[in-house]
């Protein structure tokens, strides 16, 4: 089950299926779209198996009694932004949000983020909240929200192609420790039990980085088929093959710091920063994705959002200690 409305962090799976890749590994995938509940609670209720999620929504959920566990990393750098209008002139850093009302979905952990991004840049933490609509840049853009979250990938690309224009602040930048978009796939801990089902996971996972490895390779012809598999989102083919582009220059999907310790001293494009042109090829046939979760990115920012008081246990209450990263992720079923 998707987390969202289809787009490009889903690409791997439509190329994979698209191009029968699951059928050749031996496995039959129907891709839902998300529920009002959840991808989190539909996994948890045996609607799904898998389920597109983070590695905080795990921690928040298993915080409450549920045992998903997150078997894939896709986002290997962080992607969220949180941004104003390039037109308030008011907003320069974080701190200029103090007071100003944020555009949000009521997230504790996003808020956590905020707080702490202002706090970082010599302001008080204070500000109200409005309920996002269908369209962030819409509720902005009619004067309802002053800030909201974005996502390089998506609506920072949106904003380029588009406009309007956005001023965006990075949470790293700002105090936030951690990477806060482990973004992948979970799946109930003891569904792992049956050996039938460790052992479908394992092709479902192998099949699916070969899609996104597909994708980076051949961006243009993967956003096609995404735009076509997904034909009920009614994708603009333009904002799909730019977000890939974007996605390949930020090699958001590539750990580089596992490049760099398996080439060392060679000039590899893995020294670019996310911020910056891609040195590799320019079609990201250069880059693989590896679904690895990085437990050193993980536990900081979940300590973090546990000091902050995001996650509580099922009577309302916080947690003895914070979740640990080893407890709610594994790699081990990635080959």
């Not at 983020?113 to 970082?120: A, F, L, R, S, Y």
């Not at 993967?222 to 009614?234: F, I, K, M, R, Y």
């Amino acid at each position: 089950m998707l987390d969202w409305t289809p787009n490009t962090n889903h690409i791997g799976l439509y190329v994979a299926q698209q191009l029968g890749y699951y059928k050749d590994a031996g496995v039959d995938v129907t891709i839902l779209p998300t529920a009002q509940a959840g991808a989190e609670t539909s996994v948890e209720n045996g609607v799904a198996d898998v389920g597109f999620t983070t590695l905080s929504n795990v921690a928040a959920f298993d915080a409450q009694g549920a045992d998903l566990t997150m078997v894939f990393d896709l986002t290997q750098k962080q992607t969220a932004r949180w941004c104003a209008l390039a037109s308030r002139t008011d907003i320069t850093t974080p701190k200029d949000l103090d007071g100003k009302t944020f555009v949000s979905f009521g997230s504790a952990e996003q808020s956590a983020v905020v707080t702490q991004m202002i706090k970082d840049a010599g302001g008080t933490g204070e500000f109200k909240t409005a309920t996002a609509g269908t369209n962030t840049f819409e509720t902005l853009t009619s004067g309802k929200g002053d800030f909201g979250g974005f996502y390089a990938t998506w609506e920072g690309v949106e904003s380029e192609l588009n406009g309007p224009a956005l001023n965006c602040f990075v949470a790293s930048d700002w105090g936030v420790p951690g990477n806060p978009d482990q973004l992948g796939f979970a799946v109930q801990r003891s569904w792992l039990d049956d050996a039938g089902h460790a052992a479908a996971l394992r092709k479902f996972l192998a099949a699916t980085r070969k899609g996104y490895d597909y994708a980076l390779a051949n961006p243009d012809k993967a956003a096609d088929l995404l735009v076509d598999a997904a034909s009920t989102a009614q994708l603009d083919a333009k904002l799909v093959r730019a977000s890939m582009q974007e996605i390949i220059r930020g090699r958001y999907w590539v750990d580089d710091d596992a490049d760099a310790a398996d080439d060392a001293g060679s000039t590899d494009a893995g020294s670019a920063d996310a911020g910056s042109a891609d040195a590799g090829s320019a079609d990201g046939s250069d880059q693989q994705v590896t679904g690895i979760l990085d437990f050193d990115d993980a536990q900081p920012y979940l300590d973090f959002q546990y000091q902050a008081g995001t996650y509580q246990d099922a009577d309302g209450k916080n947690p003895a200690k914070a979740p640990q990263a080893t407890d709610l992720a594994t790699n081990d079923y990635l080959g």
